[in-house]
């Protein structure tokens, strides 16, 4: 006897939360992609939810090395995002160590104030402003993440008689969600921070898209940039640590700075050392007559000429203040280079390897031999010989180089 088949099991649909702040972030609200466009969608997610506000600003604290973190304003009838990065050094400064941020970073609870009538307490400073622009009513809210840190989320109203006390429940209910949602874009914030700070944006940026593991990478041409500090060894044992500190970082503002100014890459300060380098992007092999390629050395040409000029700046301030001139090599080579992966399987470094590699820190050692602060094999200076800099270009010989075979002709400028 055949059974009747049972009715399918359906429940019927339901909204995820009566909140529509706590359900548009569970939704909408989840699928954002950046802290900007998250921002301005809560605020006309609030303006929906009947929470009746002109201004929101939210402050996240990321882990960065220069910024304390990011906030972002977002004003009714704009869905532009004003985004400031505050340096760490603001936390000593008399704005922030007056205003509610202080008193929220330090565990204090909600804070809130009346802007207008009998019961207005004008306390902080930016509250003047906001009164100034018609707001009546303020709102400063902790944004508690999961590792203990505290961001903010502040709102203001311009309405009479400032925010009703629904309003601030359906805020408050669906803090715990915007925490959550901006705690997810901080990490990514300083996810990609450190990768700068550490491996370079153009390396972290390969680490993000997951070239994680050993061996993963690719064959790419590109100028190579090695630099050295001379002398460093009897500046280490005779200076202080912190003065010695101090002159390897000046260095290296220098040098990376030029680096970075023309858009080349910082993989690696090795000792008193840096290793860079400027990709030719799809490029393979020399080639003296390519745009692409006389760009590309172009432009590291320009960044060791202005690293020298810095540096020749730093010994002038050197030299008024009695102390020794700083001594320096760069040296520019051009080559295919395997950029990617190495080392053990649980510590790996994102570098470049490879043969031009090793004849760019053989270059650069004879700096010090030929007393130049800048040299270059031909295959570099052919394609700066036609360029603004090709005049003062000029050979000085053959040279064998340690571990290379044969001699190689290295170039100065004059």
Request: charged share 20%; hydrophobic share 45%.
């Amino acid at each position: 006897m055949d059974l009747p088949a049972a009715p399918p099991l359906t429940c019927p649909p339901r909204p995820i939360s009566p909140n529509p702040v706590v359900a548009w972030a569970l939704t909408e609200g989840w699928e954002i992609a950046t802290p900007e466009a998250l921002t301005a969608g809560l605020g006309n997610c609030l303006i929906a939810a009947g929470i009746r506000l002109f201004r929101l600003r939210v402050l996240i604290r990321t882990l960065h090395p220069q910024y304390l973190g990011a906030s972002y304003l977002w004003q009714r009838g704009s869905d532009a995002i004003e985004t400031l990065l505050p340096q760490h050094s603001i936390v000593q400064e008399e704005r922030f160590i007056k205003s509610p941020y202080a008193a929220l970073f330090e565990g204090a609870g909600a804070i809130r104030r009346r802007l207008e009538g009998p019961a207005a307490a004008l306390d902080y400073p930016v509250l003047l402003d906001l009164k100034e622009q018609g707001g009546t009513d303020y709102v400063a809210m902790p944004l508690r993440f999961s590792d203990g840190r505290i961001s903010a989320l502040t709102v203001a109203s311009d309405q009479p008689g400032g925010f009703g006390s629904a309003e601030l429940e359906r805020l408050d209910e669906a803090l715990p969600m915007l925490a959550h949602l901006y705690e997810l874009h901080t990490l990514r914030l300083s996810a990609t921070a450190i990768l700068d700070t550490y491996l370079g944006p153009q390396t972290g940026e390969q680490v993000l898209k997951g070239l994680i593991r050993r061996g993963d990478g690719e064959e790419i041409h590109a100028v190579i940039w090695f630099c050295d500090l001379r002398g460093s060894t009897a500046l280490a044992e005779t200076l202080p640590r912190r003065d010695y500190l101090a002159i390897l970082n000046a260095f290296f503002d220098a040098m990376a700075g030029a680096i970075v100014e023309q858009q080349g890459e910082v993989l690696s300060f090795i000792g008193d050392g840096a290793l860079a380098i400027f990709p030719v992007a799809g490029a393979r092999g020399p080639c003296e007559d390519c745009p692409q390629h006389q760009a590309v050395a172009a432009r590291a040409l320009e960044a060791a000429l202005d690293a020298i000029g810095r540096i020749d700046a730093l010994n002038m301030e050197r030299a008024a203040a009695g102390l020794p001139s700083l001594g320096f090599g760069i040296a520019l080579h051009l080559g295919d280079v395997m950029y990617g992966n190495i080392g053990t399987s649980k510590r790996l470094a994102f570098t470049v390897i490879g043969s031009a590699t090793n004849e760019a820190a053989r270059i650069e050692g004879l700096c010090r031999t030929l007393g130049r602060p800048l040299l270059f094999a031909a295959a570099f200076a052919g394609l700066v010989r036609t360029g603004a800099a090709g005049d003062r270009l000029i050979s000085l010989g053959r040279h064998a180089l340690r571990g290379i075979s044969q001699p190689m002709e290295i170039f100065t400028l004059t």
